[in-house]
């Protein structure tokens, strides 16, 4: 059993408990033990994307982690809160509300590189201990900037006030312009926190807000069009066809190209040996044999390929 289950994650469930679900529909479909890892976390109350590994694939599992990811998100603006999103106390409030205009304005800014600070509520660890632990123990905690990259963000749609909308001051009220909340979708590096990302976006405004809605659309290679559902996972548990629930572990690997090898190269590959001589493009790549059968992720620099990672997929 090796592979992927690539799961829509359903709010309220965290990214353990969709392991652990997915451990269970294996025993009760039959595959006995099997060593299941995620690549990448979701919290709670974000949905959506959550590549499942299975078997050989977990080895897989830190470039998964490392992959670039895309996300799907609503600021809502006039409160802030301690969690950034929808849990936790609200520490700041504003009356003002931007138009379109303006966000469209400032989104420029936060593409490429930026320097964010991750939320307090984060899995970071500060001296050994998670930072959101501290955070519900009532410490206050100083977190320090790093460097991510938001390779692209742009405008779904959005929700306007309305003129009836109590506690926007009449000075406010331009047209039908101002809005309520914003959806954005980013394409981002590993690290990003959307959260952050929200909270500066709003900050940019001149006004405050936070995450009311999260959804990831893809993460590495995998696309929310080919995820399942929680119930479909689980039909599969009580005896369901295995159809379009387990994906081959090479799914993982599609963004990258597939080198073939000979007989000869692939005992020498799954042997650990450094081969020479071969003509393809520095970078990684998957190796298999004459079978067609992932034999490992391989890195060529300069004429010279080595093995990252190596499968022990038996024909």
């Not at 529909?25 to 890892?37: D, E, H, I, Q, Y």
């Amino acid at each position: 059993m090796h592979g992927w289950i690539i799961l829509d994650k359903p709010l309220g469930l965290g990214s353990t408990q969709a392991v652990a679900a997915v451990k269970r529909n294996l025993r009760s479909a039959g595959f006995g033990k099997v060593k299941v890892g995620h690549g990448g976390t979701l919290d709670p109350l974000a949905t959506g994307v959550l590549p499942i590994a299975l078997g050989e694939a977990t080895k897989l599992c830190g470039r998964m982690l490392d992959a670039s990811k895309t996300y799907e998100f609503t600021i809502s603006f006039g409160t802030e809160t301690s969690g950034l999103d929808a849990e936790g106390q609200v520490v700041a409030t504003s009356d003002y509300r931007p138009t379109m205009k303006e966000v469209a304005a400032v989104l420029p800014y936060f593409i490429g590189q930026i320097e964010q600070i991750p939320p307090a509520y984060s899995a970071i660890k500060i001296d050994g201990k998670r930072a959101y632990d501290r955070a519900r123990a009532g410490e206050v905690i100083e977190m320090k900037s790093r460097a991510v990259k938001v390779h692209d963000i742009s405008v779904g749609h959005a929700e306007r006030v309305s003129t009836a909308v109590t506690g926007v001051p009449e000075s406010f009220i331009r047209r039908d312009d101002l809005l309520n909340a914003v959806t954005l979708t980013a394409d981002v590096s590993k690290g990003t926190y959307i959260r952050s990302l929200a909270r500066d976006i709003a900050h940019a405004l001149g006004t405050v807000g936070h995450v009311s809605m999260l959804r990831r659309t893809r993460a590495g290679p995998f696309a929310l069009e080919g995820a399942i559902s929680l119930d479909k996972l689980n039909a599969f548990g009580q005896g369901a066809a295995q159809e379009d629930i387990i994906l081959p572990i090479e799914a993982g690997l599609d963004d990258i190209p597939a080198l073939d090898l000979s007989p000869e190269q692939a005992r020498a590959v799954q042997q650990g040996r450094v081969l020479t001589g071969i003509a393809m493009e520095d970078g990684l790549h998957w190796a298999r044999g004459a079978d067609l059968r992932p034999i490992a992720l391989v890195e060529n620099i300069d004429g010279t390929l080595k093995t990252v990672r190596g499968f022990n997929l038996t024909p």
